[in-house]
């Protein structure tokens, strides 16, 4: 179909990638391709007149399938089309730091348990926890708040259950893989109409539901057992829908974890193509935590965390809708979503809730955002131009009650409600050659709240970029891409009072980075490619934590709250490397890629002080994974990750051993006059995947097994210190008893099997 015209294209050569079959269409569009094995397919589209078009991946198995292609119109005069398949595609606007993520990495990535927060931790610059139980996305040595998400047009606040408020990491995805066609991983050159983001874009598309068949498929995973459906409700409206009920609580006390996270949680899309000129869709994603703590645990490293982790209680959800106007050249897209969190958490001293008097966190916070977008796609030959401006009424309320310790101890009270808008506007423009050797792309961005005098202006938040890349043969392109990125703080920290009712972070300005990249990509041959790049990241405005003495950005990688305390905008930032990344590609039969980053991530408090190293800075991020599908539906996979040592900071002995100060929060305090001077040991750990798949009639059964650390490589973090709980004075005056104090082991290590079952009819 012509996407300006949404017409058919008659002639059309169709050819199905790794495969020597193909077909052309005819006079009304359609084609037809005979005798497919099971398996997961890509189709390559050309005609004379069109832009050669790939699809994302489709997964063939006992039903037949319809796909829809849309194929841009092109400038070039061809009096012929020369069809020449391959696995890899390239983006006009933008040809750097784009890595798309299509089905055969989700459905089998080595180690990943089909949660993308994970597969997308193979890719170049993305760091991953040798700890193994968080989700944090950090990219090229940004810190995990500096992420945006989107689904289908619609922006979503994270996509991990038990997220950490004000970032985005947690201990599994809160997005069902049977629903994910594809997803694009944006780690610089950010589109112009997705705002907010520093370090990252994550762009997930949804599979649309058969217009042919109604499908249902029930999933047991590495934490969840889910059940999905997708079909047709009418000639015009698809459907698809998911709930998940998660047993991860049991595997967490099977491998003897403190902790016990339940979830459940669904999402849905529905979409109606109103005639071939209109569309609406409507999609819908929530999630309902419970994480309890396992007090029948005993043991030193038990005590630790139990110690200080509160019981987390969290309800999100997004609901949007989508519309789309084709009007021949030119696509109106109105997008119109709202998003809600409400995050609770809870902790007692030595988790003793027999008495009010032992309660030392209450944490009632809800964030909600109600967003609006338009925006226009014009297609003028060579050229594209998109255009839009958005508006978002966003509100957040916090009644907490908190125990501090700083220099002395104090209870914290405070109630706030914070009503903000924001609003911006953006614009880009693309060219593309007729040979399409040359790519550019040229966009701005503004955006603005009424926070404060400082945050409502428009021309203070302008964020240019630009980006170019040139053929410099058939095989080999060099790219490049300048661009200054904001981000609005926290609602947390915007949000912060005393207890007057005084907000106290009024002086916060946006956030940024400036970015550039450049790279080269080489076409080896039509089933291998090599790329290598290197970037650039200067951070300026960032908040710094007046009690800690370092930049927020280097909080966020653990559960509960950040951006709740005094904070200033004086904090600067840099990170740099280079990242290369080789795969080969036969489509039906193997996939591997490989991957090393060397990089540096460092922070400043101001322009006065010397850089140190972030928490981030790991230095080097090394993988090399692959599958092999082999006869008979069977496949095996297998990840090796190295990744370097973070750095870290030691504990401050005397002020942990304070009573008052150890019973304020349960945990040691670190000693921020030497942070990350120490670092941790490099690790490396290897993961292997086997798949079966079994296809009877109109059913299918598949089984495959993960081995996560099957070398039961350990991961050594410095010893905990840690409260015995004896008071060694106990006759001094109550802020100078001091704790006896103890070291405890910490290290992990171990083999983590998973066993997953598909059956679909």
């Known amino acids: 179909m012509s996407r300006q015209g949404r017409t058919p294209i008659e002639y059309a050569n169709i050819l ?25 397919y890509r189709l390559q589209a050309s005609a004379i007149g069109y832009k050669t078009v790939q699809t994302p991946d489709y997964i063939v198995s006992t039903k037949d399938i319809t796909i829809l292609i849309e194929m841009e119109e092109s400038s070039a005069e061809l009096s012929e089309v020369t069809v020449v398949a391959t696995p890899f595609r390239r983006s006009t606007e933008t040809p750097i730091g784009l890595r798309i993520i299509g089905l055969q990495e989700i459905e089998k990535s080595p180690g990943a348990n089909r949660d993308i927060s994970r597969i997308v931790q193979s890719y170049p610059g993305v760091a991953f926890s040798p700890a193994g139980y968080r989700n944090d996305l950090i990219v090229r040595g940004g810190g995990p708040s500096e992420n945006r998400f989107y689904i289908d047009e619609v922006e979503i606040p994270n996509i991990n259950h038990f997220s950490t408020q004000g970032a985005s990491g947690g201990p599994v995805g809160i997005i069902n893989a049977d629903l994910i066609r594809e997803v694009s991983l944006f780690t610089g050159a950010f589109p112009a109409n997705r705002g907010n983001a520093l370090s990252s874009v994550l762009d997930f598309k949804l599979r649309d539901g058969s217009m042919e068949h109604n499908s249902v498929k029930a999933t047991l995973g590495a934490s969840e057992i889910s059940l999905t459906s997708n079909g047709h409700l009418s000639k015009k409206t698809s459907y698809s829908v998911s709930i998940r009920q998660s047993y991860l609580q049991f595997l967490f006390d099977l491998l003897g974890l403190p902790f016990l996270p339940t979830f459940t949680d669904a999402q849905f899309k529905i979409r109606t193509r109103l005639n071939p000129k209109n569309e609406l869709l409507f999609l819908g994603l929530g999630g309902v935590d419970n994480m309890k703590l396992n007090t029948r645990l005993t043991g030193e490293k038990a005590e630790y965390i139990l110690s200080y982790l509160p019981k987390i209680q969290q309800e999100t959800f997004t609901l949007g809708a989508v519309y789309k106007h084709y009007a021949g050249a030119h696509t109106q897209t109105i997008v119109i979503s709202h998003n809600y969190l409400n995050n609770r958490n809870t902790k007692y001293l030595g988790n003793d809730e027999s008495t009010q008097d032992n309660l030392t966190l209450r944490l009632r916070s809800i964030e909600q955002e109600t967003k609006l977008r338009f925006e226009n796609t014009s297609m003028l030959g060579s050229w594209k ?85 040139y053929g410099v043969t058939s095989n080999i392109y060099v790219s490049g891409n300048f661009g200054l990125y904001h981000q609005l703080p926290q609602y947390t920290a915007l949000g912060f009072k005393n207890s007057q009712g005084e907000l106290l972070n009024k002086s916060l300005k946006y956030n940024n980075v400036m970015q550039s990249s450049l790279g080269i990509n080489w076409k080896i041959s039509r089933n291998i490619e090599l790329s290598a790049e290197g970037f650039y990241k200067k951070y300026n405005n960032m908040p710094y934590s007046i009690a800690d003495g370092i930049p927020l950005a ?98 401050d002995i005397e002020k942990s051993s304070l009573v008052e100060a150890w019973n304020a929060q349960g945990r040691p305090y670190y000693d921020y006059t030497l942070y990350n001077t120490q670092r941790l040991p490099n690790f490396g750990q290897i993961d292997i995947r086997v798949d079966k798949t079994f296809y009877i009639k109109r059913f299918m059964l598949g089984f495959y097994i993960d081995l996560q650390n099957i070398t039961k490589s350990t991961f050594k973090q410095p010893d905990i210190l840690m409260s015995t709980g004896e008071i060694l004075n106990p006759e001094a005056m109550p802020s100078s008893q001091r704790y006896k104090m103890k070291y405890i082991e910490q290290k992990s290590g171990t083999i983590l099997p998973t066993l997953g079952i598909t059956f679909e009819y």
């Open 16 to 40: 199905l990638i790794g495969e020597e079959k193909g077909a052309v269409s005819d006079s009304i569009g359609n084609f037809t391709i005979n005798s497919i094995k099971p398996g997961i």
């Open 554 to 651: 280097c909080k966020g990688d653990d559960y509960g709250v950040i951006g709740n305390e005094l904070l200033i905008s004086t904090a600067q930032g840099r990170a740099y490397g280079i990242e290369v990344l080789a795969r080969w590609i036969i489509a039906q039969k193997l996939n591997v890629a490989s991957s090393l980053t060397i990089f540096r991530s460092e922070y400043r408090n101001n322009k006065q002080s010397s850089f140190i190293a972030s928490a981030w800075d790991n230095r080097f991020i090394f993988n090399l994974s692959g599958t092999y599908n082999f006869p008979h539906q069977w496949s095996l996979g297998a990840k090796f990750s190295c990744i370097g040592g973070a750095p870290y900071t030691p504990y």
């Open 385 to 469: 131009v998109n255009a839009g401006v958005n508006i978002d009424f966003c509100k957040y309320t916090n009644n907490s009650f908190q125990r501090l310790y700083n220099s002395q101890y104090n209870e914290f009270r405070y109630n706030t409600t914070l009503n903000t808008i924001r609003w911006g506007f953006f614009g880009n423009v693309s060219y593309l050659s007729a040979d399409e050797r040359l790519a550019a792309s040229a966009g701005l961005r503004a955006d603005a709240t009424n926070f404060s005098n400082s945050t409502n202006n428009l021309l203070k938040q302008l964020s240019p970029r630009i980006s170019l890349s």
